[in-house]
């Protein structure tokens, strides 16, 4: 009856209704196809095939890295031997990346940044004599050691300006070196080996060498976690700790052997201009380190000054300072600020085969910072 009239009165009524929105639908289309309803499809499908297709790209991309990272670690490679017997008693080799520079007959392993044509800039240049240089194995209190001639010579001289405590020897361009005028000191800090430093750096020159020297072992370990956690240098590619230690022994790495480093510069220990400090030292009797360095450069320092310096170069302290100028390289250069690492870190069979090297490497040597059994 009277219901069902109304009923189908009301649902030709919604019909109507639906079509004439479908209608207006279709008129408000045509009326701006090329307007925002065309734009907006085109972003509603173009847009996930551009994020899709930029996925993809990243992922070939990473790909493709580790497979020719993996490839230079497999193929372009040397097999020197070590001449150290593992505790198995057989002669153990490792994989050798092609060395970076050839120099003057001499063979080194540099980082990309420290590349030959790089050296050959900076050797057109000689050592100013009053320069000086803080010279150290990678991660063995690089910065720490910095800082402490930055904070000393900061309050006494005028010195280039560097927003990681001192300018990096080796990324400094030469005409910039020259630049500076005969009234601003040069101090310098360096992981170059000291055949490729220029000359003049002899006892008859007044210029400064301030060598900072760290338990191998735990130089080792930092170095693996730094390599992990900043992708600048070019070592070769390695799957663990164990793979990173054979070739840490064999100078494999950026900057090469940790022993070749450091003896050429050992030998130069009785020069007046070289003053050799440890990472361990700074940490456990900082007040001695600070006064023997102020001592060497020809500073005297109050007991005030050197609880200042204390202060600031404490760990915490320290890395808020290197934050503070946005480098975003600080959690990778800085990590815990201890010792002993490698207590941890080194298996038994590490442990055996690194102290068979140093007990060669430094036979006859007298050097009497490290000792082990």
């Not at 499809?41 to 497979?67: C, D, E, G, N, S």
């Not at 020809?298 to 202060?311: H, L, S």
């Amino acid at each position: 009856g009277k219901d069902r009239k109304q009923a189908v009165v009301s649902t030709q009524s919604t019909g109507t209704t639906v079509l004439t929105c479908l209608y207006v639908l279709v008129l408000s289309f045509r009326a701006t196809e090329s307007g925002i309803y065309r734009r907006l499809m085109h972003k509603l499908i173009l847009y996930p095939l551009v994020l899709l297709k930029t996925l993809i790209a990243a992922l070939i991309k990473r790909a493709f890295q580790y497979l020719l990272r993996y490839d230079a670690f497999r193929r372009h490679v040397i097999y020197p031997k070590l001449g150290i017997v593992s505790d198995n008693s057989i002669k153990r080799t490792i994989e050798r990346p092609i060395l970076h520079a050839e120099i003057d007959g001499g063979k080194y392993h540099l980082p990309v940044f420290a590349n030959q044509a790089r050296i050959d800039d900076l050797r057109q240049s000689r050592l100013r004599e009053n320069d000086v240089l803080v010279v150290t194995y990678p991660k063995s209190g690089t910065h720490l050691c910095g800082y402490i001639v930055k904070l000393l010579a900061e309050r006494r001289v005028k010195m280039m300006e560097d927003p990681m405590v001192l300018p990096f020897y080796e990324l400094i361009k030469q005409s910039k070196l020259d630049s500076v005028p005969a009234t601003t000191q040069r101090f310098l800090k360096t992981h170059l080996p000291l055949s490729l430093i220029p000359p003049p750096l002899d006892s008859s020159q007044p210029n400064k060498v301030i060598f900072c020297l760290r338990d191998p072992k735990d130089a080792c370990v930092s170095y693996y976690k730094f390599t992990l956690s900043l992708e600048v240098l070019t070592g070769p590619v390695y799957e663990t700790f164990d793979d990173w230690v054979e070739l840490w022994l064999g100078g494999c790495v950026d900057y090469g052997d940790w022993f070749d480093f450091v003896l050429p510069f050992w030998e130069q220990r009785h020069r007046h201009n070289f003053l050799f400090v440890t990472y361990e030292e700074i940490l456990s009797s900082p007040e001695r380190v600070i006064k023997q360095i102020a001592e060497f450069l020809g500073y005297e320092v109050t007991e005030e000054e050197v609880a200042g310096i204390k202060e600031k170069i404490k760990f915490q302290n320290m890395k808020k300072v290197l934050e503070k100028t946005g480098n975003k390289q600080v959690s990778a250069l800085m990590r815990e600020g201890k010792t002993g690492a490698s207590k941890q870190a080194f298996s038994d069979r590490q442990h055996k085969l690194f102290n068979a090297k140093f007990k060669e490497k430094m036979r006859d040597t007298q050097f009497n910072f490290y000792k082990y059994d």
